[in-house]
């Protein structure tokens, strides 16, 4: 079974959720331990939201968490993962139910991966993360969904900033990247397309 580490900022969700199952698929490819690596590593806070939000300590959430991975690839499960079927997040939160449901059962705690932590949490970040979550009565799927949406949004940002920056315009960024929100007090298009 592989080892990886999550980055401590969180990449966000990647944009080609079916091709990296895909590829992570293939067992004697060295493409594949990236494909899973780069897919676990995208996925892994949503699920953590999830997980605190059914009541779990950061801790046990954190545990929780790389249970689900080690679950999802020893039963390799992206191996039956059907892009027609839906979405590879609704194959996640399955599994993750589905596992909280079996440990809620056995009532224990164990720690999996075999003594090896096959997913490194950075609890710190994760409960930033998770402490910057709306303090409201917003189901745990609700709570995956809208976690999910955040880290796509996240990563689409640091893409365009990449971009601009790359072509020297990183000021313009972080004079257009505040009008994507709106709000009062935003510096109007069409000043800054004037000042451009």
Known sequence: MPEFTVPRTGEGFPTTHWSRV????DRTSSEARA???????ACWHPLYAFIRRRGHDP?????LVRGVFTHLLERHVPDGADPRRGRFRTVLLAVGRNFLADQEE????????GGRAILSIDRMSAEGRYGAEPADTMIPDRLFERAWTLAMLER????????????????LFERLEPTLAG?????????IATAS
């Open 106 to 113: 056995q009532r224990r705690a164990q720690k999996r991966g």
């Open 22 to 25: 895909v590829r992570s698929t």
């Open 59 to 63: 801790e046990t959430a954190a545990d």
């Open 35 to 41: 494909a899973l690596e780069s897919l676990c590593a």
């Open 183 to 191: 709000g009062p007090g935003v510096e109007p298009l069409a000043a």
């Open 156 to 171: 689409v940002l640091g893409g365009l900033r990449r971009e601009y920056e790359g072509a020297g315009k990183g000021t």
